[in-house]
């Protein structure tokens, strides 16, 4: 059964600064793995979807990468900022559009002004 | 594009009672549909995959007879809580999966008094 690990649980660093986020997975027979932001009572917002054949993704700030057989992928913002300030959760999917999503616990992330 | 919409956002109901929650693809058809729960501070944990035209697959835990599932259309499904306690209170969301790659809904807070 696939498990997915995030850490750390919590984050809270000063505005401005670089970061990293971890996530990991059991089994490395995966279709894709999504990066998620979700706000406190709110539902997800898609950030980055890697497919198992690529190496990473970019968009704006954020840099996702994948290295499928560690079962590892990483999700870098740079310049943090105040609003980024939410629950980043990682989820893989094993099946195409045909199973569901294995989500980690996330991580809480504060970015102080 | 892929917008999944979730009604309603949010439901108070009393103990023994029934909840229903719909799903929407607007812009797209999906034969597909999931329904995840959230615990407060707990990740999403797939509760069921909907197909169209077809009966629902249970996760293991997830009593069928409690939560009936029906996605009678390629934009439509539904999550019924039947006979809901307060320990079936949870925020629920539903996804939509189209070209391998599943769209979230805004979730459904539930509160059983």
């Known amino acids: 059964k696939q498990e997915v690990t995030q850490i750390p649980a919590a984050l809270s660093v000063p505005e401005g600064e670089n970061l990293v986020l971890n996530c990991s997975f059991t089994?490395?027979?995966?279709?894709?793995l999504q990066w998620f932001r979700q706000d406190p009572g709110k539902g997800l917002t898609s950030l980055l979807l890697i497919q198992s054949s690529q190496r990473e993704q970019t968009s704006g700030r954020l840099n996702a990468s994948l290295d499928k057989s560690s079962g590892r992928s990483t999700l870098y913002i740079a310049a943090s900022q105040p609003g980024d300030s939410a629950t980043y959760l990682c989820a893989v999917g094993t099946g195409g559009g045909a199973d569901g999503l294995t989500f980690g616990k996330g991580t809480h992330l504060i970015i102080q002004p | 594009g892929a917008v999944v919409s979730q009604h309603p956002s949010r439901v108070i109901c009393k103990s023994g009672t029934s909840v229903k929650i719909e799903c929407r693809s607007l812009?797209?058809?999906?034969?597909?549909m999931f329904w995840y729960r959230q615990f407060p501070k707990q990740s999403l944990m797939l509760m069921a995959t909907s197909n169209e035209g077809s009966k629902a697959t249970y996760e293991q835990g997830v009593e069928k007879d409690k939560f009936l599932i029906n996605h009678a259309s390629l934009t439509l499904s539904t999550l019924t809580v039947t006979s809901a306690h307060p320990e079936d209170s949870s925020f629920y969301i539903c996804?939509?999966?189209?070209?391998?790659?599943?769209?979230f809904g805004p979730g459904t807070r539930l509160t059983v008094l």
């Open positions: 812009d797209f058809q999906a034969t597909t």
């Open positions: 996804s939509a999966s189209a070209a391998d790659t599943q769209y």
């Open positions: 089994d490395s027979a995966i279709y894709n």
